[in-house]
């Protein structure tokens, strides 16, 4: 199964190590899942883990955490999609994503993708 991560998820697993978003990238760790990425989703990621490190952070070293992600990770680019899909235009990248890698699930706790309906909605 593979899966994509938004990158809130990805902060919170990082950051809040009791976290529900801890807890789901465990998955990827058993090897119950793939997750895709590709340059972009991992450009977001490095910008918002060090912004938010900056910030509230300053002790912490994601740069770890985020290699591991993009080792373990299967590469898609994004697919071309017709039309705007999130009130973000951000978040077109990880739907584009897990379109082009036939994701099962995304994973995020953005309102804007939320607002789509339940998480059942989410299977693509």
């Known amino acids: ?26 998955g990827l760790a058993k090897r119950r899942f793939r997750t895709v990425i590709n340059s972009s989703v991992m450009e977001e990621y490095a910008a918002i883990t060090a912004h938010i490190r900056r910030r509230l952070f300053p002790g912490t070293q994601p740069s770890g955490a985020l290699a591991w992600i993009a080792a373990k990770s299967i590469h898609a680019e994004p697919a071309l999609l017709g039309s705007k899909l999130s009130r973000d235009p951000d978040d077109n990248l990880f739907v584009a994503t897990a379109v082009a890698a036939r994701a099962k699930y995304l994973v995020t706790q953005d309102r804007d993708l939320l607002c789509w309906g339940s998480p059942t909605a989410w299977r693509l």
Do not use: K, Q
């Not at 899966?3 to 529900?20: G, L, Q, R």
């Open 1 to 26: 199964m593979t899966v994509v991560f938004d990158t809130n998820a990805v902060v919170e697993a990082i950051f809040w190590p009791h976290s529900t978003a801890r807890r789901a990238l465990t």
